[in-house]
């Protein structure tokens, strides 16, 4: 995917140099842009904005913090391009969450190298959940495949979410997005605050979980997620929906279904000495959340 940078100045010097740099690089595309044409900038949700101080009228700090404001550019990253050499100066772009700040006349080699540095740092950052920040599937498969090698003994837990798909229809996916967010800090809860250290969640998508720890025997572990997942789940469901203990949702011919309340199920894989034993728990077994029958919703 070509990386869109744009560069905010009124003279073309730098975009002319940026290309002449990136020559052999199909995937880099620069555009110029004015600080009058911040907004449009904005738009394209850029890889990557470059400022060059010397060559605009805005006030460098004020425009650091518009980029910073659009909520679809809160993360992007910026370089600001300066002669300005005082280190006060530099400090107050610093702290509107500029990224580098790269002084003239420039090295053409560091420039280089910062830009790619960056973009490469932001195509790992997409590697990470956005709803939840958890690590994805390309992390997940690593830190298997890395305990694989070493021979460890570790089990591997696989965590997702029942009758997710009613309650989207029935409350939306903004409120399903807050109960992704919740579970993954219930598992991150029982994984992180514990004295192994090297425990591991990921995300792998929707509501569909990985959690990996060296201790195998996690049912304590598996139960401590449950528990904290069946006692907060209620407050994401409406007062009659509780009192009824399930949802009723159309089908596709009209017809009314119902279906339990969101529960949270976990399967545990065990990985010892190359001897891998698979201990499944559903829903029906004891080890599974009924966070939603009447009897425990009050």
Do not use: W
């Not at 006349?105 to 990470?128: C, F, G, M, W």
């Amino acid at each position: 995917m070509a990386q869109e940078i744009y560069i905010i100045d009124n003279e073309c010097v730098l975009k002319n140099q940026l290309n002449e740099v990136f020559k052999n690089e199909k995937d880099y595309k620069f555009k110029k842009a004015k600080t009058i044409q911040i907004e449009s900038v904005l738009k394209n949700i850029p890889s990557l904005i470059i400022i060059n101080e010397d060559g605009i009228d805005e006030n460098v700090i004020e425009l650091c913090n518009k980029i910073r404001q659009n909520e679809d550019n809160s993360i992007t990253p910026i370089i600001v391009i300066s002669s300005v050499k005082e280190k006060e100066h530099r400090i107050q772009i610093l702290q509107t969450c500029v990224e580098h700040y790269i002084k003239t006349p420039i090295d053409e080699e560091y420039l280089y190298y910062t830009i790619k540095n960056i973009i490469r740092l932001l195509d790992t950052n997409r590697r990470v959940s956005p709803l939840t920040g958890l690590p994805g599937n390309v992390q997940i498969q690593a830190e298997i495949k890395k305990r694989l090698l070493k021979k460890e003994q570790f089990a591997i837990m696989y965590i997702d979410l029942d009758n997710f798909k009613a309650y989207n229809d029935i409350y939306g996916f903004l409120n399903g997005d807050e109960i992704i967010k919740f579970t993954g800090k219930c598992i991150s809860n029982h994984l992180h605050d514990t004295e192994l250290e090297n425990n591991f969640v990921g995300h792998i998508g929707g509501d569909d979980f990985v959690a990996i720890t060296s201790n195998i025997e996690c049912e304590n572990v598996c139960q401590d997620i449950i528990l904290e997942f069946e006692k907060g789940i209620i407050k994401y469901f409406n007062e009659e929906d509780i009192e009824k203990g399930y949802l009723e949702v159309p089908n596709r011919k009209c017809i009314i279904e119902q279906f339990p309340l969101t529960s949270i199920s976990i399967a545990v894989v065990v990985v010892d000495k190359r001897k891998i034993s698979q201990c499944i728990r559903d829903r029906r077994s004891s080890c599974t959340s009924k966070t939603c029958s009447k009897s425990n919703t009050r």
